[in-house]
């Protein structure tokens, strides 16, 4: 099994002529109120939309299970992966689970966290992973600004073939805030096959900038 690994830590720098790259990490830049505390975490579950069933965290809780990648997962590059497995102190995990029409979202929040090798991101802008029957493509995406955090984003597209070659899909977002050693991500997934609306392409990121707002207040 893989470790739980490397902080999904670094986001976009911002270049000399002030445009944003996925690729290099900087700091985010919204009102910070108060250090994030992961045990104020259940404050978040009243961002969510009317309707959504909440259930606490079971088993693995990293973007790369929340995707539906399993243990033995492989990625392309190799060391692409752990970007979406971050190293956490397991006993300070707080977070739930939450379903709906619209697609299933995750929000965790933990200490312990270290950060990656801003490095990785230059090598990672784009990879892909497989786990036995499930494969696919993730990719780099500019994380919301959050006031002293370092951020990530990641958008990830899967497939898994069942039972009889019935393929089935999903489309996910991942955006991370990382405070010193504590860290915050959202994870919102969708089936671009189901016949309800999806959320929206901008729900993980404002979902993120909410929760750590809860966890500062």
Not at 152 to 174: C, I, K, N, P, Y
Not at 186 to 211: I, K, N, Q, Y
Request: with cysteine; glycine share 10%.
């Amino acid at each position: 099994m893989r470790r739980f690994a490397v902080i999904m830590a670094a986001a976009v720098c911002v270049c000399s002529c002030g445009q944003p790259s996925p690729q290099s990490p900087a700091t985010l830049t919204t009102e910070a109120a108060g250090p994030i505390d992961p045990s104020r975490m259940n404050r978040a579950r009243y961002e969510l939309p009317p309707g959504y069933e909440v259930a606490e965290l079971q088993g693995r809780v990293t973007p790369l299970a929340q995707w539906g990648y399993g243990e033995n997962w492989s990625a392309q590059p190799p060391q692409c992966g752990v970007l979406a497995e971050p190293a956490v102190d397991s006993s300070t995990v707080r977070g739930f689970s939450a379903s709906g029409e619209g697609g299933i979202v995750y929000a965790v929040a933990a200490g312990g966290a270290v950060p990656a090798d801003p490095a990785l991101l230059e090598e990672c802008g784009r990879w892909t992973m497989t786990a036995g029957p499930t494969t696919g493509a993730v990719r780099l995406a500019d994380p919301p600004p959050v006031t002293g955090a370092v951020g990530l984003g990641l958008v990830a597209d899967t497939v898994t073939v069942v039972e009889g070659g019935t393929e089935t899909r999903s489309h996910a977002q991942t955006f991370v805030a990382h405070e010193d050693a504590r860290l915050v991500y959202v994870t919102v997934v969708t089936d671009p096959g189901s016949p309800h609306p999806a959320l929206g392409d901008d729900f993980a990121a404002d979902l993120l900038t909410r929760t750590v707002a809860a966890l500062r207040s």
